[in-house]
């Protein structure tokens, strides 16, 4: 079965500390992975996207890293800001289909003062 | 939230009463999306169309049904018939059919039923 698991479910940092996020996938045949932020209450945005070519993209203080043979990636960001505070959600899709995506369940990020 | 638009924000509705969900996108994108987001789980794919006149169903496609009579428009009804209606529709669109391209989400509708 197809499937993207992330963790932490949830992450409390202070400001200006950095942080990363995981996301481990069982989805096959790979064809690309995503990473998107969500506002609460909006659509996510999209902030990488990356082939199994690719093992590390970046996003100014947003860093996502690709190992397609252990099927885990992580997005690292980096001296964080209030602003950085929503859920994060790791996305995967597969090869030759016109729609799947497989939606991991998110980290919600919360950064203080 | 780019060029595609989910109006309205919030909708309440009584149960048993069907209700229409709109989003447009002016992306010139030939595939358009619906997805539900309940907490603690990933978005779900309701209904997808690659181009006008065309669509197919989703992993939940029961209980909703749409339309894509324009290229930039892409309704969702959700009927009586849908037995947990209350949740977060979201709407993307994508320049071509695979899903090896981005997908564009619009801002969402939270829909309420009671």
């Known amino acids: 079965k197809n499937q993207v698991e992330q963790s932490p479910q949830s992450l409390i940092i202070l400001e200006g500390k950095n942080c990363t996020l995981q996301?481990?996938?069982?989805?096959?045949?790979?064809?690309?992975l995503r990473w998107y932020k969500q506002d609460t209450g909006r659509g996510p945005v999209s902030l990488t996207i990356?082939?199994?070519?690719?093992n590390t993209k970046s996003n100014g203080r947003y860093t996502a890293t690709l190992d397609a043979d252990t099927k885990q990636s992580s997005l690292h960001i980096t001296a964080s800001q209030l602003s950085d505070s929503a859920s994060y959600i790791c996305?995967?899709?597969?090869?030759?289909?016109?729609?799947?995506?497989?939606f991991g369940t998110g980290t919600r990020l919360q950064v203080t003062l | 939230d780019g060029g595609i638009t989910q109006s309205p924000k919030y909708l309440f509705r009584k149960e048993g009463q069907n209700v229409t969900l709109s989003c447009e996108q002016n992306?010139?994108?030939?595939?358009m999306y619906w997805y539900r987001q309940d907490p603690g789980q990933g978005l779900r794919l309701i209904y997808y169309?690659?181009?006008?006149?065309?669509?197919q169903k989703g992993d939940i496609a029961e209980g909703y049904s749409v339309s894509r009579e324009k290229k930039e428009s892409f309704p969702l009804t959700v009927t009586s018939a849908q037995k947990n209606p209350t949740a977060f529709y979201l709407c993307?669109?994508?320049?071509?059919?695979?899903?090896?391209?981005?997908?564009?989400f619009g801002p969402g509708t939270r829909l309420t039923v009671t």
């Open positions: 993307a669109s994508s320049m071509y059919r695979t899903s090896s391209y981005e997908q564009y």
């Open positions: 996305v995967v899709s597969i090869t030759g289909t016109a729609s799947k995506l497989t």
């Open positions: 992306l010139n994108h030939d595939a």
């Open positions: 169309s690659q181009i006008v006149n065309d669509f």
């Open positions: 996301c481990n996938y069982t989805v096959s045949p790979f064809s690309n």
């Open positions: 990356m082939t199994f070519s690719e």
